[in-house]
């Protein structure tokens, strides 16, 4: 079996899901993982397919080139590794929320400081609202080292102070029932 | 003591919507040892509901002894053909489930509920419960329904979403 990495990227309107996995199915292939959204008017698809040996990822992009023709899509199908990552990232779950005036270089510093203590970033959203007076919201989901919580939560409140930033850290550990 | 598997994704049984126990015979209360037990035997395991054991009847286990979520405690709650009478004060936490692999979902329910059942000695039973406890006794309620987390996850994503769009 092979997998592919497949990211479609294009102006937002209906029918590009219906499209492009139309195109993936008829091909035999298997969507397993995938995240889609809309990004500032764009849609974008990020899949993580698998396929049965013989299917090349050139061939699929020929495939999905009319597709991509007719929507106008940015496209591209990538090789990756067929074995499935299933390392669990350690540590606790926790959520974080920073928003603030818009600024260069937020996501790049207060990823930094979670970088300094091997936090690890599961997921992150972030939106650009509101303007002309333009707010930047991030949302983290976070695999914190056990133990290092309140020391990650403490810096955070420093690099808060300094950028002028509101940061708030809440856990997020599941209940399993 | 019978520990039984715990059914994940996709066993159809996890779907069905679980019938009235009729009559507290024996074979009832075979099903709700099975629970005890099977509960027992996994570490973290604070509730079960017959259907997660493949059995579609209206009985379920629950314990919330000792973790560190619980506010109220009722100890070992074994509870056949239950039902909410009231649930208020909806809060959101992440759950997770035994019985599907890997995924947890932010879920939205009452954090303070009022569930009445019969217990093995057929007896009316209501319980007043809050914070896990209640997020508990819901979520095995839920699953004899035929319900799962995932069909209560308000944004699998994110809850953060736009409200208009740009243009």
Request: glycine share 8%; net charge negative; hydrophobic share 45%.
């Amino acid at each position: 079996m092979s997998r592919f990495a497949v990211s479609v990227f294009g102006r937002d309107r209906p029918g590009i899901v219906a499209a492009v996995t139309r195109v993936l199915a008829d091909a035999g292939c298997n969507l397993e993982d995938t995240s889609m959204m809309i990004l500032r008017g764009h849609f974008a698809m990020m899949l993580v397919i698998s396929g049965g040996a013989g299917i090349f990822a050139r061939d699929l992009e020929a495939e999905l080139s009319p597709v991509a023709d007719w929507l106008d899509l940015q496209l591209s199908v990538r090789s990756v590794s067929g074995d499935v990552v299933t390392v669990q990232v350690g540590g606790e779950r926790w959520s974080a929320a920073v928003y603030a005036a818009d600024q260069p270089g937020l996501v790049a510093h207060i990823s930094e400081v979670l970088a300094d203590h091997q936090v690890n970033i599961v997921g992150l959203k972030t939106r650009l609202v509101g303007e002309p007076d333009a707010v930047y919201v991030m949302h983290f989901e976070l695999k914190v080292p056990a133990g290092r919580a309140a020391q990650v939560q403490s810096d955070l409140s420093v690099a808060a102070r300094a950028l002028g930033v509101e940061v708030s850290m809440r856990p997020d550990e599941p209940d399993v029932l | 003591v019978a520990v039984r598997p715990v059914l994940r994704l996709p066993a159809p049984q996890l779907k069905v919507v679980a019938e009235p126990v009729a009559r507290l015979d024996q074979p009832a209360q075979e099903v709700a040892d099975d629970l005890v037990d099977t509960m027992g035997a996994y570490d973290h395991c604070v509730g079960l509901a017959a259907p997660k054991i493949g059995v579609g009847l209206r009985v379920f286990a629950l314990d919330v002894t000792g973790h560190p979520k619980a506010r109220s405690c009722h100890g070992l709650v074994l509870l056949f053909n239950p039902e909410v009478l009231l649930g208020t004060e909806p809060k959101v936490a992440r759950e997770g489930c035994m019985s599907v692999p890997d995924l947890t979902g932010n879920v939205l329910r009452p954090s303070r509920v009022v569930v009445r059942g019969m217990t093995s000695q057929g007896t009316i039973r209501v319980i007043e419960a809050d914070a896990l406890e209640a997020r508990a006794l819901l979520h095995e309620l839920d699953h004899l329904n035929g319900l799962l987390f995932l069909d209560r996850v308000a944004a699998p994503h994110t809850d953060l979403f736009q409200r208009k769009s740009y243009r």
